[in-house]
């Protein structure tokens, strides 16, 4: 339960976002030229997290040491402290390792990427000439799976390279052409690469589609479809997605052979999630609003979310005025920029992350205790992916959202 009523108003649910007078202000108390979607009920950010005892715990069919795969990565997993794998890792893996295509439907959270990288890993230890390519919506979540690689690889001799925009693509073709079996890269600067005749993507026989839904969203569809076309016809595909539809069953239809489908998906949201809003009074000045959460003890570590980057960086320029440790990643900072403020945020040097949400999408942040929509998310699903990033694994998570 949350210590104080946030929504300050005994009728919840009235509020709706997308209607022009209802645009969420700047941290200066400007109103936002972002257009929202279809509006989004009040009542939909409003949902208590399920006492964890009520769920059924999910028995895994496996513990990592019964995976058949080679002894020095199983040493390395065991190091990093997996004994019992996730549903979508106990489901995924061995149908991976035996070189199925393979759908997986989960929440965010739910360890997706151990999924394929442990199985890959494996492929590539079997055979050194294998290639693989992982595509990603995000450069942040491309560091993010090349860092859980190398844990992973730890002395196996197993290299990578990571490449996306906002990065230099000098040292990234440099780095191509030293020894590697893994590529992890958005789908602009992959398509590049390839159109400059750095990557062959005919030698690669596995790819894997990383946060495939959040690729379509970003408008990713025509270079996805590129990259898939310099493919080997025979090769072994993964898709991992939070939602399904129309558009990407299409891709599905288009790019897997006779794929195994794994859901885990256990709802539209977490059900460790506490949810609620945050009704602005007229008058009310929205960052002072901010300020008197944010002091409270219980939001030790907290994640902001904002619709622009201009927003999102003057928000964390106003809260540092205020004492606050904040750092905040949007588009507009370069790479190193980005990667100190998220290891910042991680290694627990900031209190709070301010970002917009192509920035934050698909990062693993352990620990965080409280999501705040600052912003009117655009869509149900982004909000969806938003308060995704708390409330991860057993632990209860809070999620507020700001409604005029």
């Known amino acids: 339960m949350f210590k104080k009523n946030y929504s300050r108003d005994s009728r919840p649910g009235q509020a709706t976002f997308g209607r022009s007078r209802n645009m969420s202000r700047s941290s200066g108390g400007r109103r936002s030229a972002f257009k929202s979607g279809p509006a989004i009920h009040a009542s939909r950010f409003i949902a208590k997290a399920e006492p964890l005892i009520q769920a059924k715990p999910y028995v895994a069919t496996n513990q990592f040491v019964d995976f058949v795969i080679n002894e020095g ?108 079996s893994f590529v992890i890269g958005t789908p602009g600067r992959l398509k590049d690469l390839v159109e400059r005749r750095v990557i062959g993507l005919a030698s690669f026989g596995t790819i894997v589609l990383d946060e495939a839904d959040r690729m379509l969203d970003m408008g990713f569809v025509n270079d996805m479809r590129f990259i898939m076309s310099q493919m080997a016809p025979v090769r072994q595909t993964m898709l991992f997605s939070a939602t399904i539809n129309h558009e990407l069953d299409k891709l599905i239809k288009e790019f897997l052979r006779e794929p195994v489908t794994i859901s885990v998906k256990t709802g539209e949201t977490s059900k460790n999630i506490d949810q609620d809003v945050v009704r602005m ?85 352990p620990n965080v205790s409280h999501v705040i ?10 909000y969806v992916h938003r308060i995704g990033r708390t409330g991860r694994g057993d632990k209860t998570g809070k999620a507020l959202t700001f409604i005029d």
Do not use: M, W
């Open 73 to 180: 990565l199983k040493k390395n997993i065991i190091s990093k402290g997996y004994v019992t794998p996730t549903p979508i890792q106990d489901q995924a893996i061995p149908r991976v390792l035996q070189g199925a295509d393979v759908i997986g439907i989960a929440n965010t959270g739910t360890g997706k990427t151990a999924a394929f990288l442990i199985p890959l890993l494996n492929k590539v230890l079997n055979n050194p000439r294998e290639k693989i390519l992982v595509i990603v919506p995000t450069r942040e979540l491309a560091n993010q799976i090349n860092q859980e690689l190398i844990e992973f690889a730890r002395s196996l001799r197993i290299f990578s390279v990571a490449c996306f925009g906002g990065a230099s693509i000098g040292q990234q073709i440099s780095n191509l052409r030293r020894t590697h």
């Open 373 to 382: 929509n600052y912003d009117a998310p655009a869509t149900y699903d982004d």
């Open 281 to 365: 009074r007229f008058g009310e000045n929205k960052l002072e609003v901010l300020h008197n959460l944010l002091k409270q003890a219980e939001f030790s570590k907290v994640l902001i979310f904002g619709r622009t980057k201009h927003g999102v960086e003057r928000l964390s320029e106003d809260l540092g005025k205020r004492g606050f440790r904040a750092e905040a990643i949007h588009g507009n900072k370069n790479q190193s920029k980005r990667e100190r403020a998220l290891r910042q945020f991680k290694d627990n040097h900031s209190q709070i992350l301010v970002a917009t949400d192509v920035a934050a999408r698909g990062l693993d942040i």
